[in-house]
């Protein structure tokens, strides 16, 4: 494991982009049709906005997590845990803090998430 990597980025992947451009098209009509409606562009255009900035990025260092707009970095001695719900995104524990929803992150990717901060509590590794 010496040649993993020691940074990882989790989000959605750039070609969710391409639903989001139907959506947006699909809702051209509609925004078209009075102007009360104009508001209807604006949800394709926050669903493209989040498949952007949506990240988890793990370090040895710690995370940052960005659900859309705003990001946070915590360090791996400010996490207490994973809450893994049965619907929902998983959430971040933190120390002394209210969960944080991980919105870009998959279920199926927290293990290698976990791997980063394991070896990051374990300290450097000798050559």
Do not use: H, K, Y
């Not at 394709?44 to 659900?67: F, K, M, Q």
């Not at 791996?76 to 919105?103: H, K, M, N, Q, Y």
Request: with cysteine.
């Amino acid at each position: 494991m010496a040649d993993a990597p020691s940074r990882r980025r989790f989000g959605p992947d750039r070609i969710a982009l391409v639903p989001v451009t139907v959506f947006l098209f699909g809702s051209l009509p509609v925004a078209a049709s009075s102007p009360w409606l104009t508001w209807v562009l604006l949800l394709p255009l926050g669903c493209a906005v989040w498949v952007w900035r949506a990240r988890v990025v793990a370090a040895r260092v710690g995370l940052e997590v960005c659900n859309g707009f705003g990001a946070q970095r915590i360090a791996w001695s400010d996490v207490e845990g994973f809450d893994v719900p049965r619907r929902g995104p998983v959430r971040l524990l933190r120390v002394g803090a209210r969960p944080l929803p991980l919105t870009a992150l998959a279920r199926r990717d927290l293990p290698r998430l976990l791997e980063i901060g394991t070896r990051a509590a374990s300290g450097p590794t000798a050559p």
